[in-house]
């Protein structure tokens, strides 16, 4: 499913129009953004919880010329399942 798609489904389901899904989903995904950028971590009870993972710095390899290179250290997004969304699964 891609963005598009999950807007019309949205659309659908709630019984409101396409613009309106579409500034929802904006509006959702604008405010987890901006917490995680804060170092927040977003809760939704049932279906899991976003936060910000540190990577370390690390060396590893040009796959063009097999040179050592330098990789810096990141802030990268995770999202760890709900139990509700991983028993919906199984």
Do not use: C, W, Y
């Not at 939704?44 to 040009?62: D, E, H, I, M």
């Not at 010329?65 to 760890?80: H, N, Y």
Request: glycine residues 12%; hydrophobic residues 40%.
């Amino acid at each position: 499913m891609n963005k598009t798609e999950l807007i019309e489904h949205i659309a659908k389901q709630a019984d409101i129009s396409k613009a309106a899904a579409s500034r929802a989903l904006e509006a959702m995904i604008g405010g987890v953004r901006t917490t995680l950028k804060k170092g927040g971590t977003v809760s939704l009870v049932g279906f899991g919880t976003f936060a910000v993972g540190k990577r370390a710095a690390r060396s590893g390899r040009n796959p063009r010329t097999g040179a050592t290179i330098k990789i810096k250290a990141a802030k990268v997004p995770k999202f760890r399942p709900g139990k509700a969304l991983k028993d919906a699964l199984n």
